[in-house]
Antibody, heavy 124, light 110 residues
């Protein structure tokens, strides 16, 4: 079955970096773009950016430009999101979510399967 | 990019219908038919409920429907059930080739 399995919870010091992984299975990895979405405690969803697993191209939300890097490893069907210069406000659950790349629209503009989320805690 | 505006909370009795609004601008909601809706239960990942304004993914109840008029999209839940109690988020593609989520709406079944 289609699954996105994310890495485990992390606790990081302010100023450090965190790298979260998202391993895809059950579908053709390169046929779906991958988004990353952040959700702070008790807050809403926030789009961080997107990566094309096929060519590796990325697009980031302006808010995270310069601090986020999304990469992929096609040999293991895994995408990664690294966030640097962490501060307490970055404490959140991070989700990966896929979007299909069809011939008529690439990618489709919605996220149909989500990972289980990875909690990142940055103590103040 | 500012978040799309949703009511903080909406409530209804079992069997009733409720509507959740999602207001943006001509650069997002009003400019594209790329509005999607997600349901999130506490401690769980979001789940896609509606895509491209009014399309329902396979497996989603037909009690959920979507529409759009101008810069405002709407999610309608008919025949409200206890299991519908959750947070709901809209999302739209934008003119900057990015995505923006709504502020979120907590649905309470009375």
């Amino acid at each position: 079955q289609v699954q996105l399995v994310q890495s485990g919870a992390e606790v990081k010091k302010p100023g450090a970096s965190v790298k979260v992984s998202c391993k895809a299975s059950g579908y053709t990895f390169t046929s779906y773009y991958m988004h990353w979405v952040r959700q702070a405690p008790g807050q809403g969803l926030e789009w961080m950016g997107i990566i094309n697993p096929s060519g590796g191209s990325t697009s980031y939300a302006q808010k995270f430009q310069g601090r986020v890097t999304m990469t992929r490893d096609t040999s293991t069907s895994t995408v990664y999101m690294e966030l640097s210069s962490l501060r307490s406000e970055d404490t959140a659950v991070f989700y990966c979510a896929r979007s299909y790349c069809s011939s008529s629209s690439c990618p489709r503009k919605y996220m149909d399967v989500w990972g289980q989320g990875t909690t990142v805690t940055v103590p103040s | 990019q500012s978040a799309l505006t949703q009511p903080a909370s909406v409530s209804g009795s079992p069997g009733q219908s409720i509507t959740i609004s999602c207001t943006g601008t001509s650069s997002d909601v009003g400019g594209y038919n790329f509005v999607s809706w997600y349901q999130q239960h506490p401690g769980k990942a979001p789940k896609l409920m509606i895509y491209d304004v009014s399309n329902r993914p396979s497996g989603v109840s037909n009690r959920f429907s979507g529409s759009k008029s101008g810069n405002t999209a709407s999610l309608i839940i008919s025949g409200l059930q206890a299991e519908d109690e959750a947070d709901y988020y809209c999302s739209s593609y934008t003119s900057s080739s990015t995505y923006v989520f709504g502020t979120g709406t907590k649905v309470t079944v009375l």
